[in-house]
């Protein structure tokens, strides 16, 4: 699976950016599909993921209230809806896609098998 990503760029604290995943030749409904993040010096963390078949979604409780993932099935792609945007928000981004995950390891790095290349979210005013 290739994975791009899009939408990434400057936010200003409070407010909102809108990131998409799409997937050339594969239909991104069959894979688990996350958001990591991984700001300058950190690790890479999991910010978000839907599960392939019923649609479940999770999240890091560091931006739960405050993201939102979703599928947009007719453009077959995952998209990550950021509101009231905060500094430690910024970093790359990245889409990352599963066959098969259990739920209780989502946001490990390991479990995924295809990742896009990243886009930039800088949150600053």
């Known amino acids: 699976v290739r994975l791009v990503e899009s939408g990434g760029g400057l936010g200003r604290p409070g407010g909102s950016l809108r990131l998409s995943c799409a997937a050339s030749?594969?239909?991104?409904?069959?894979?688990?599909i996350a958001w990591f993040r991984q700001a300058p010096g950190k690790e890479r963390e999991g910010v978000a993921c839907i599960t392939s078949t019923d649609d479940r979604t999770y999240y890091a409780d560091s931006v739960k209230g405050r993201f939102t993932i979703g599928k947009d099935k007719a453009e077959n792609k995952v998209f990550l809806e950021m509101n009231s945007l905060k500094a430690e928000d910024t970093g790359v981004y990245y889409c990352?896609?599963?066959?098969?995950?259990?739920?209780?390891?989502?946001?490990?790095?390991?479990?995924?098998?295809?990742w896009g290349q990243g886009t930039q979210v800088t949150v600053s005013s």
């Open positions: 030749r594969y239909t991104l409904d069959h894979y688990a």
């Open positions: 990352a896609a599963a066959s098969y995950i259990h739920v209780s390891v989502w946001s490990n790095v390991v479990e995924y098998d295809a």
